[in-house]
């Protein structure tokens, strides 16, 4: 893989879900040796810090049941300023999640840079709620229908275009866990979804091997964003929204060698590593493994 410039950026973001701890992930995931194991590959690494994520009162804005909607806006348009900039000075963005509603300001500081901006959902769900779908209220459950440009006004217009993707650029990879409302999106869009099933049927070299085929051929960038409760709770233990039944560290691996081999990606992001629900940093740790085959560490 071509050596690269990548830019980190962390976002202590946990206003996107109701647990307590998953803001602490960029720390875990720096503390687990992120920077010197992409240093040891070769490539450069620069740590930008953190974005500043205001910590509110936990209460519903008036007139939505989005939780913490304002200060969710605020810290995605942040997080897309800060985005932007990377891509601007032609750096690859690691963005280190915080809950998955990071994603918003990800993707509305990456996707303007494409005509076809392709994303790859690797996750135990689709967070492709609504405020009407919601069973939750959590934002983290509604990235994805964000990026679409469906959804709250307020989040679909960060840095004021929508939509974000397009439904034929994604790919959903792990998927064991959908509300009805994601499921109903999901068929009406045509996203393309390798569930469990088709994991366990096809094997992930296939599931890979058709991914990285269908991207190629329509997109002309590729976003990982890779919610850690893709993988099974065995392997990623400190995860908010646990769903047993998931993607394996060795299966994940695989994927993500493939995805190097491939090089497709133009950034990525690891989100909802909670700390606090972690066994002694496991996950953190697993997040940190998953980078280094992600970027092409090799055994030999
Ligand atoms: N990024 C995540 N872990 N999302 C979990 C979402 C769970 C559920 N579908 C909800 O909307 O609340
Ligand atoms: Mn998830
Ligand atoms: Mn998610």
Do not use: C
């Amino acid at each position: 893989m071509k050596k690269k410039n990548i830019s980190v950026i962390g976002v202590p973001m946990d206003l996107g879900q109701m647990r307590r701890g998953v803001d602490m992930g960029p720390s875990a995931i720096r503390y687990a040796g992120l920077l010197e194991r992409l240093e040891a590959i070769g490539h450069t690494v620069t740590d930008l810090g953190d974005i500043q994520i205001d910590q509110p009162e936990r209460v519903h804005t008036a007139d939505t049941n989005l939780r913490n909607l304002d200060a969710v806006v605020k810290g995605s348009t942040a997080l897309a300023d800060q985005v932007k900039k990377v891509k601007t000075d032609g750096d690859f963005p690691l963005i280190l999640g915080g809950d998955h509603s990071i994603a918003i300001g990800s993707l509305a500081g990456i996707s303007s840079n494409y005509e076809n901006l392709g994303v790859i959902w690797y996750d135990a769900h689709g967070d492709l709620n609504t405020g009407d779908t919601s069973p939750s209220g959590n934002i983290h459950g509604m990235p994805l229908a964000v990026s679409l440009g469906i959804g709250h006004e307020d989040l679909v217009n960060i840095h004021d275009y929508t939509p974000k993707v397009k439904p034929e650029n994604i790919v959903i990879i792990g998927a064991r866990s959908l509300d009805e409302g994601e499921r109903v999106l999901i068929k009406e869009k045509g996203i393309r979804v390798y569930t469990m099933h088709e994991v366990d049927r096809m094997g992930m070299t296939k599931v890979m091997e058709e991914s990285i085929e269908y991207l190629k051929g329509r997109t002309d960038g590729v976003h990982l964003s890779l919610d850690l409760d893709g993988l099974d709770p065995n392997d990623a233990p400190g995860v908010g929204t646990p769903v047993i039944g998931g993607i394996s560290y060795r299966e994940s691996h695989l994927a993500m060698e493939m995805l190097a081999e491939a090089d497709i990606l133009t950034s990525a992001e690891f989100v909802e590593v909670n700390p606090i629900l972690d066994e002694k940093n496991k996950t953190a740790t697993v997040a940190v493994a998953l980078a280094g085959s992600l970027f092409g560490e090799k055994l030999l």
